[in-house]
């Protein structure tokens, strides 16, 4: 064959196509580059589907090893749970959102426990609590999946780069969120602590041997003496999945004290920076506690009426690592907390001063 | 109005399956005329190797990206372990993690000074490469 060149009829047929394709790409570049995106997505939601089927799976499977006798099938009450909505009050008015939201929690949760209970009559408590950490997180799957599918169903049907592009460019962190919240289902399952406890663990093992009384539904405290000071230990009650609820703990606590307490010292793990070392740790000043902002805005209320010092030590650790089963670094990072918060009993108060010490976060899998 | 998308989505996969072939065509012409240029000794031999080159490259990275995928996912579960301490004479012990283990449960008694021991630490197994996540465990 000869070289492509003017005297070469191949050779200029070939440079025509060239030229053909270059204007080709430019009309119908985008057109390309959408349906690649398109197979992303589609590939990612094959992921999905396996994902939540295997969450659906795993509450069925969780659900029959409670029930002892296998009388009913679980399967068409956890589909329909799995379609489960909460809606949230309207925030047009933000004045007065807080109870509201609070009040709409308080339903979801018992409305998940109420459930579990039909399912399950002869389940215990921490069964019940693990039970409804895996329909949870089986649920959060569920709606990851459905919104991926609607994106996805949607950018073909129109075919907008724009549509597809939403998904497609958040795909790495949805699929990293799903993933997890199937670890996380597993762990509920078997009832293994996840990273996100690593904060009741400090305070459990301060407990460990101590009374324990329940202040609030799911919350116990101990009271103990450290260096001379009145210590109340306070954390999600274990080893079931629950994160209990700190801030209304530490409000009560606080109002029983008329308001004599000197600091509150909460302990929590803390999303950390790419380039952070997992189970690190660092102290700052406030009330270190996520989820939606409830618990966060009782304890800021009552630290502010009675003009109590907020202390904080975090945990540091992946979003990933928060909700998947443990690692070894994050109990040596529990190690250190723990004597960082020693130390700051000893530095921030006085002898016979009351100091609060609230473990925030999932104690699945810890005692006290 | 569904007959007519999958119309249209067949049609749209056939002109870029033809593309893809008319590429890959053009491509290789480009290489073979270019290695004959520069054997012949001609000036437009780089020319055509490079246009060759970068619609080969072109061919390749969409074929990868489009190539078939495996629809076949499987669990692998970590492999979880338990440590059982018992403080005061430092004996500690680490088996697999069975359900019903958790942290600061009691557990079996101390080998040492029969002394009961405490669960410690439930935590799964550490990955060879540090760097990657307690994700990576969900293989495809």
């Known amino acids: ?368 | 109005m569904t007959e007519r998308s999958n119309r249209a989505s067949s049609t749209s996969v056939l002109v870029f399956i033809v593309s893809i072939i008319v590429m890959f065509i053009i491509s290789a012409y480009f290489i073979y005329s270019g290695y004959n240029s520069f054997m012949e000794g001609r000036s437009d031999a780089y020319y055509q190797m490079l246009i060759g080159i970068i619609s080969m490259a072109s061919v390749v990275y969409v074929i990868m990206q489009y190539r078939g995928r495996s629809t076949k996912y499987k669990v692998k579960e970590p492999k979880v372990f338990t440590k059982i301490e018992h403080e005061e004479c430092g004996y500690s012990t680490v088996r697999d993690f069975i359900k019903g283990d958790y942290v600061f449960k009691t557990a079996d008694e101390c080998p040492k000074c029969n002394a009961p021991m405490i669960i410690t630490r439930i935590y799964p197994e550490a990955k060879e490469d540090k760097k990657s996540s307690p994700l990576q465990w969900l293989s495809p």
């Not at chain 1, 690692?327 to 609060?356: F, H, M, N």
């Open chain 1, 1 to 368: 064959m000869a070289p492509a060149g003017e005297s070469d009829p191949i050779g200029m047929i070939m440079n025509v196509l060239w030229i053909g394709l270059i204007v080709f790409s430019m009309f119908y570049g985008q057109k390309i580059q959408t349906w690649m995106m398109l197979r992303e997505i589609s590939g990612a939601l094959d992921r999905l589907t396996f994902l939540k089927n295997e969450a659906r799976k795993g509450s069925i499977h969780t659900i029959k090893e409670i029930k002892k006798k296998d009388d009913q099938d679980p399967s068409p009450r956890i589909d329909h749970f799995l379609e489960y909505f909460t809606i949230l009050p309207v925030d047009l008015d933000p004045t007065g959102i807080v109870p509201k939201i609070d009040h709409i929690l308080n339903l979801r949760e018992k409305r998940f426990e109420d459930e579990i209970r039909t399912m399950v009559p002869e389940a215990n408590e921490i069964e019940i609590n693990n039970l409804e950490g895996v329909l949870e997180t089986s649920v959060d799957l569920n709606e990851i999946f459905k919104i991926v599918r609607h994106f996805y169903l949607l950018g073909r049907k129109t075919m907008s780069l724009y549509v597809i592009m939403q998904v497609q460019m958040q795909l790495p962190l949805i699929m990293q969120i799903a993933e997890a919240y199937f670890a996380f289902c597993k762990a509920f399952a078997d009832g293994q602590p996840v990273g996100d406890g690593a904060g009741p663990l400090v305070v459990g093992k301060m407990m460990l041997g101590l009374e324990k009384k329940e202040v609030i539904k799911d919350t116990v405290s101990s009271e103990t003496n450290i260096d001379g000071r009145e210590v109340i230990l306070v954390k999600a009650e274990g080893p079931g999945c629950s994160v209990g609820k700190p801030g209304e703990a530490i409000q009560k606590i606080i109002e029983e004290k008329k308001g004599k307490v000197s600091s509150i010292i909460m302990i929590d793990a803390a999303q950390k920076l790419e380039g952070e070392e997992t189970g690190s740790t660092a102290e700052g000043v406030g009330p270190v506690i996520g989820g939606i902002g409830v618990e966060k805005y009782k304890i800021e209320e009552v630290a502010t009426k009675y003009k109590v010092p907020l202390e904080a030590v975090v945990i540091k650790q992946l979003l990933n690592e928060a909700i998947s089963p443990m690692l070894e670094e994050i109990y040596d990072g529990v190690d250190i907390a723990s004597a960082r918060v020693k130390r700051l009993i000893q530095e921030r108060t006085k002898e016979r001063d009351t100091v609060i010490i609230a473990g925030i976060g999932n104690s699945v899998g810890i005692g006290q």
